[in-house]
């Protein structure tokens, strides 16, 4: 085994890959649509295969956040994280109070095996935070049920499933843009006609309003933030396949 070189420091965090690769997925699935004024489907494969990556993308963005914070406090208050870290300053600052409890949440779950949402709940509420929009997190849970169900999928007759009316109702009072290259409207609107460019920039935004409201509501500045400010994500997504 390689002898690792004294000072390197490599513990990153993923959610600002996650959030490029929800973004770059969506505007690939938005240059196809473009691309096909006249509703041509095929190959509708390409199509779906982004937008599909894309959904599941940024439901994985909004937990590495979360996840991203209460980790680095639990490893900070076992000195388990290098001074050096360049990310160690995202958490570090935090009172002292707030930071003693993530931590023994964060051991009490296991490591954070909890439901996504209870866990910015709790970080809002370890930081004495203001009541967070119900918008935003009716969003995130749509979000969150839109990609268990596309992630834990079941055959199933989409007329008449319960979940598949929930979806197109919610989707639609959202004035979300079906997928215009889907085909005939006779059928189902879950999943075929729903998955669009627009509901894959929509995941996107739903998942960054909370991971946005969450951080600035207890102080923090989250890396993926840190990196929309400078030059990582400069190359629009889409630009290279264009």
Same mark, same amino acid.
Request: hydrophobic fraction near 40%.
């Given at each position: 085994m390689a002898k690792l070189a004294q000072g390197i420091v490599d513990r990153p965090h993923v959610s600002p890959w996650l959030l490029?690769? !929800?973004?770059?997925? /969506? /505007?690939? /699935?938005r240059l196809i649509e473009q691309a096909r004024p006249d509703g041509r489907r095929h190959p509708w494969i390409e199509h779906r295969a982004y937008v599909l990556s894309s959904i599941a993308a940024a439901a994985a963005f909004l937990e590495a956040v979360i996840n991203?914070?209460?980790?680095?406090?639990? *490893?900070?208050?076992? *000195? &388990?994280m290098t001074p050096g870290d360049p990310l160690s300053d995202v958490t570090r600052h935090l %009172? !002292?109070? =707030?930071r003693s409890a993530m931590s023994m949440y964060w051991v009490n779950t296991r490591a954070g095996l909890a439901p996504t949402l209870e866990? +910015?709940?709790?970080?809002?509420?370890? #930081?004495?935070? %203001?009541p967070i929009n119900p918008r935003t997190w009716a969003d995130a849970a749509l979000l969150i049920d839109i990609r268990n169900a596309i992630l834990h999928y079941r055959p199933r007759d989409n007329f008449t499933a319960?979940? !598949?009316?929930?979806?197109?109702?919610?989707?639609k009072k959202r004035r979300i843009t079906a997928n215009p290259i889907s085909g005939?409207?006779?059928?189902a609107y879950w999943p075929e006609r729903a998955l669009s460019s627009d509901l /894959?920039?929509?995941?996107?935004?739903?998942? =960054?309003?909370?991971? *946005?409201?969450?951080? !600035?509501a207890v102080g923090v500045d989250?890396? +993926? &933030?840190?990196?929309?400010? #400078?030059?990582w994500f400069d190359q629009a997504p889409g630009t290279s396949e264009a």
């Open positions: 490029w690769t !929800a973004e770059h997925q /969506a /505007a690939l /699935a991203e914070l209460f980790q680095d406090v639990e *490893d900070q208050s076992r *000195d &388990a %009172p !002292a109070r =707030m866990k +910015y709940q709790r970080l809002l509420q370890f #930081g004495g935070a %203001p319960r979940q !598949a009316h929930t979806f197109e109702t919610e989707l005939s409207d006779r059928r /894959a920039f929509w995941t996107i935004g739903a998942a =960054m309003t909370l991971t *946005d409201q969450a951080c !600035a989250p890396s +993926y &933030a840190r990196h929309k400010r #400078g030059s």
